[in-house]
């Protein structure tokens, strides 16, 4: 695609709810990173994948966060039992080459409201 | 690990006037990247510029450009001519050259700079 598309573009969730966001990467990109941004605050890491493989999770905040990869293109957030605190922007960024040289792509981010 | 800091929270601007963000950053590392990030209403994250530590030169794209003080580690942007779409969140963002690392290719981000253009 012409961009990193992500879906739902808004999400409002009940706690307790569990939530699935979608990131469809440009085609071809081998890097795919996931972002938290609360607001009124800069993008934080949550987690790295190279192509399938997951290789940097070390930001996800706790074990209600899980993302995955499976074919090496779309990229799945999902996040169990919403909080309120998980209220945020999830943005999705890819990126070519897998060095740190690469410029990343970003999307325009799911914003998640738990009510 | 790093950290990014932008002091200014808000910064507002006259139109075709120039006008400089702060950002300062630490790290224990020699190599690494630094850059610019403008995010619109839209949300998207938009590169408006990038530097290489080991570049003495500063980058410049256009309007912008920065003031890389390794030594101090500052990272400045200057924005010339300010137009009316260049109103937006602005942050600065620290990246690791070292592609060996786990965390290297994370981008650490400071908590942003919102600015406004007047007409």
């Known amino acids: 695609g012409a961009g990193v598309s992500q879906s739902p573009r808004y999400k409002v969730a009940k706690r307790g709810q569990d939530v699935a966001l979608r990131c469809d990467p440009i085609?071809?990109?081998?890097?795919l990173f996931w972002y938290q941004q609360a607001l009124g605050q800069g993008p934080e890491f949550l987690t790295y994948?190279?192509?399938?493989?997951?290789?940097?999770k070390s930001g996800l905040p706790s074990d209600r966060f899980f993302a995955e990869r499976p074919e090496g293109s779309v990229s799945t957030l999902k996040i169990q039992r919403t909080q309120q605190e998980d209220s945020a922007v999830y943005l999705c960024?890819?990126?070519?080459?897998?060095?740190?040289?690469?410029?990343?792509?970003f999307g325009n981010g799911t914003r998640l409201t738990v009510t | 690990a790093q950290t990014v800091t932008q002091s200014q929270p808000e910064m507002s601007v006259q139109e075709a006037e120039t006008v400089t963000l702060s950002c300062t950053y630490d790290?224990?590392?020699?190599?690494?990247?630094l850059f610019w990030y403008k995010q619109p209403p839209s949300r998207q994250m938009i590169l408006v510029i990038r530097?290489?530590?080991?570049?003495?030169q500063n980058a410049t794209e256009n309007r912008f450009s920065v003031n890389f003080q390794k030594a101090a580690k500052s990272f400045s942007l200057k924005i010339s001519d300010s137009q009316l779409g260049d109103a937006a969140m602005y942050f600065c963002?620290?990246?690791?050259?070292?592609?060996?690392?786990?965390?290297?290719?994370?981008?650490?981000f400071g908590s942003g700079t919102q600015l406004t253009v007047l007409p």
């Open positions: 530097q290489e530590a080991y570049k003495q």
């Open positions: 790290t224990s590392e020699s190599d690494y990247y």
């Open positions: 963002a620290y990246r690791s050259s070292a592609i060996s690392s786990g965390s290297a290719r994370q981008l650490t």
């Open positions: 994948f190279q192509n399938e493989a997951q290789l940097d």
């Open positions: 960024a890819s990126t070519s080459g897998a060095s740190s040289v690469s410029p990343l792509h």
């Open positions: 085609s071809g990109h081998v890097s």
